[in-house]
């Protein structure tokens, strides 16, 4: 989910969470990672690494990160050919349009985050921030409306686009993880109530992406028991809170990739 755009509104806020980079798992000394074949990574700002720095200045807007989970697991496990495309505010239109030049028939993974900014997540943060309780419980009904009546639609569409393109690769699809925990640290910001409905809305997300991945027969990756203990209002967050630059807002840290999807993508791929 990308809040570049709509949270320039609120640039000054001062919440920022700070984070621990962690280390990713790989090859011990010696060995030489045995992965073969191709990899493609997809998606949107989630699986470039919007969050968590050290981008690749060649990606310009996109801002794809060296220490996003698609570039932790290319490095550990070497496959014989990597292609990032995904792309941050991508929706699922811009991945079919604009991301699935590398597939081909030789394609032996592909990886996806999409979804969030179909449902336009970022727009009900930004009111759940700057309007209110009310306002935001109406915003993110909205967009839980949507997840339930029309992203199985775009989901699919994508998802077909994508069997289509590489018909031989495994597809790992991975969700979204809950944004706060409730009952934490947080001293102040938007509601409880409105936390806890942001959080209802991300499992709603988190539970149509899963059954469509599984229609597709492609492997589901739930990073939410990953992130558990690591929500914003945690005494340990991975994800940012509003924070400068804003568009970093709401998106995993360097720790949340490393920690949060990286582990979930090794153990499926």
Known sequence: MNLRRCLTTFATATVVLGFTALTPVSAQA???????????AVGDSYSSGVGAGSYDDSSGDCRRSTVAYPQLWADANAPDDFAFTACSGAVT?????????????????????????????ADAM??????????CLTAVATADA???????????AVYSAISGA???AQVVVLGYPRM???????????????????????????????KRAADHGFTYGDVRPAFTGHEICSADS????????????????AAGQS???????????
Do not use: K, M
């Open 30 to 40: 010696g060995e030489t990672p045995t992965a073969a074949g191709s990899y493609v």
């Open 93 to 121: 239109t811009d991945v079919i349009n604009e991301q699935l030049a590398p597939l081909d028939a030789a394609t032996t993974l592909v990886s996806i985050s999409v979804g969030g900014n179909d449902a336009g997540f």
């Open 126 to 135: 930004q009111t759940c921030v700057l309007q209110g309780t009310d306002a």
């Open 146 to 156: 949507y997840i339930t009546g029309t992203l199985p639609g775009r989901l699919d």
């Open 166 to 168: 590489a018909p031989n």
């Open 180 to 210: 706060y925990e409730l009952g934490g640290t947080c001293s102040f910001g938007i509601s409880e109530e409105a936390r806890a409905a942001i959080n209802g809305a991300s499992d709603n997300l988190s539970t149509v992406i899963e």
């Open 238 to 253: 991975w994800l940012h809170s509003v924070t400068i630059p804003v568009g970093d807002s709401y998106h995993p840290t």
């Open 259 to 269: 920690g949060g999807y990286y582990p979930v993508l090794e153990s499926l791929a």
